[in-house]
């Protein structure tokens, strides 16, 4: 059969079209000499793989896996280095003052590991660099594949940095392309904080290498990450929350607080954790579950009061009665008689020994200051003691962070006296309690006195990093599940029961007519005044930025981290009434 010449023009017409729209395979410099139509404005193929000139942050949908995205064609394995840190980036400083080296990031050279659709760093919670500015913390992210960068796949995480021995952070995000051997120019920018002096703009485009390894402890970090995905606490947007109960005011969750003060809030209810806020003055974070924020003081109910309750439960239930002198030698040195506090008044802030006993003043003060910022423990703990007698233990309710640093080491110490040996509080909680209730190892690390570097004894206090999964677990654990598990009880319910206010002969300590504090927990009485026909009792952890976590006892927990240095939550009480109703 004879073919027309033009016939066979058009097949190979054809064929050449066909070659043109398959994805190619880039060499190592990554370029091809395809054209392909962008899909993408900010970031591109060739932003990232040529520079181009930053003018500030951009909107972080551009770092954001779209939802039409394919599956990556790589899989990355190894460290992922980014050059010359401390000589690029720029920032712009929106409240407080920087110093011109947290301008930039610190040395960044770390390991990560693909599973699926995420990219997940071997090292979680805090990592303490060699640098005098920021520690960090690193989340996974994800991976991906767009159309329009030829070949390469996408990477993005979340990070945060820490500032040198404090709580406070700052919130970033990362992105590059990746393929078997290389890497692009790495993308990064700061734009949300949870810190009252400080607020900032950090970005950035550096070089990087990437070094591909092998190592069993890669394929363990995938096996951690698939169980921790498989526990993770079930969360819907928290709109979600007025289709369920149509009656609910939706608007007082969040309310007192504004955007650009709220990091994250939500509502945990039938085991579903309902999630609002995360948003940056870039948009809304690209990984809001994964947004880690600073505890400042909600410390002090999910670390030592745990502990306490663990001991308890595990060793005598008079350890919450012994004597802190008999724990702590350096009170032996204190200008306070220390002879009859127990470790009951301390955790309740009610030793006796104070300076002022105007609301926060001591913890305010000048002296505290200087606790504050003795960073290792021998000053610490001289600190924390260098305080007169006013009263006797358990008459004055006077809230002091250095007393909660001095029941941490009491009970540190009250450990290695039950086993022998040179127990750490702070692992001891992690093992006996976050683990097994399901937390994640980006809870694994407290802030430490800078003792051995960084890593002496655990604040206590303050000093904690959380993402929404954790409130949901640990509040889910206390409020609904009485302490225990599967395996048991893992806290003593009688202290628990105390600490949540359903012991009407143990309130703690009055703070005001209807306020108490009981073993590092708020609590406010609900009634009459707020239009109740019942009485009732809502416990809270709070923080010093402004963070706030309310236990009530219809089974609703209601909770927001900001900077706002705000705490409401009759809104909140008055509006879960229409979930599940108070007064039955």
């Known amino acids: 059969m004879k073919i027309r010449r033009s016939t066979i023009i058009l097949f190979l017409f054809l064929i050449l079209l066909t070659a043109c729209r398959q994805v190619p395979t880039p060499s190592r410099s990554g370029k091809i000499d395809v054209e392909v139509s962008p899909t993408r404005t900010n970031l591109t193929y060739t932003d990232l793989m040529e520079g181009f000139t930053p003018e500030g942050i951009i909107n972080e949908d551009a770092l954001r896996k779209p939802d039409d995205a394919s599956a990556s064609l790589h899989n990355f394995q190894g460290f992922l280095e980014l050059l010359g840190e401390s000589g690029n980036g720029d920032g712009e400083v929106l409240r407080g003052s920087l110093s011109a080296a947290h301008y930039h990031l610190p040395e960044f050279d770390f390991a990560f590991v693909q599973m699926d659709e995420y990219l997940v760093p071997i090292q979680r919670g805090l990592i303490i660099t060699d640098e005098s500015t920021y520690d960090i913390l690193l989340e996974p992210g994800h991976v991906w594949l767009e159309e329009s960068d030829q070949g390469f796949s996408r990477a993005s995480l979340p990070f945060a940095l820490v500032f040198k021995g404090g709580n406070a952070l700052l919130n970033g995000t ?55 995905l498989a526990h993770h606490f079930p969360t819907q947007p928290i709109e979600n929350l007025a289709e369920k109960y ?11 607080v504004t955007a650009e003060h709220m990091a994250w809030y939500g509502v945990i209810v039938d085991g579903i954790n309902y999630l609002g806020g995360c948003q940056t003055r870039a948009g809304t ?138 127990n750490d509080i702070f692992t001891y909680v992690v093992d ?29 206090g303050y000093g904690l990093w959380f993402i929404p999964d954790d ?15 599967d395996q048991g009880q893992i ?21 005001g007519p209807d ?3 009981n073993n590092a927990f708020w609590a406010q009485r609900f009634g009459a005044e707020q239009g109740f026909d ?15 976590v309310a236990l009530m006892p219809n089974g609703v927990v209601y909770y927001y981290f900001s900077d706002s240095q705000d705490f409401i939550i009759t809104p909140a009480v008055l509006a879960a009434d229409a979930i599940h109703p108070f007064c039955q």
């Open 471 to 485: 409130i949901a677990k640990l509040t889910t654990f206390l409020l609904l599940e009485g302490g225990k598990n």
């Open 285 to 422: 974070y690209p990984y809001c579950e994964w947004m880690r924020q600073p505890s400042y003081s909600v410390a002090k109910s999910t670390f030592p009061a745990l502990a306490l309750m663990r001991l308890a439960e595990v060793y005598d239930l008079d350890v919450a009665e012994k004597l802190i002198r008999d724990y702590v030698p350096e009170a032996a040195e204190s200008i306070g008689d220390w002879q009859d506090v127990t470790f009951n008044h301390t955790i309740d802030m009610a030793t006796g020994i104070y300076g002022s006993s105007e609301f926060m003043v001591d913890d305010n003060s000048t002296k505290m200051n200087q606790f504050f910022g003795s960073k290792r423990y021998a000053d610490r703990i001289s600190q924390a003691f260098n305080w007169q007698n006013k009263d006797q233990p358990g008459t004055t309710w006077v809230y002091r962070t250095s007393d909660t640093f001095i029941v941490t080491r009491a009970l540190q110490n009250y450990l290695q006296s039950q086993t022998g040996g040179d």
């Open 491 to 511: 806290l003593h319910p009688d202290l628990l029961a105390a600490t949540l206010q359903q012991d009407p002969n143990d309130r703690g300590m009055r703070i």
């Open 432 to 460: 006996e309690i976050y683990r097994p209730i399901g937390l994640g190892p980006g809870a694994f690390s407290t802030k430490r006195t800078s003792d051995n570097n960084w890593n002496g004894q655990a604040e206590g």
């Open 515 to 517: 306020n108490y504090y």
């Open 534 to 548: 019942c009485e009732f009792w809502v416990v809270d952890w709070q923080g010093v930025s402004g963070n706030v």
């Open 174 to 228: 990362l992105t590059f392309l990746f393929d078997g051997e290389s890497v692009s120019k790495v993308w990064y920018q700061v734009t949300q904080e949870t810190t009252t002096s400080t607020r900032a703009n950090l970005w950035g485009l550096l070089e990087a290498d990437y070094h591909p390894e092998s190592s069993p402890e890669f394929d363990q970090t995938r096996d951690t990450f698939r169980q921790e």
């Open 246 to 256: 149509p009656n609910l005011d939706l608007t007082a969750f969040g309310s007192g």
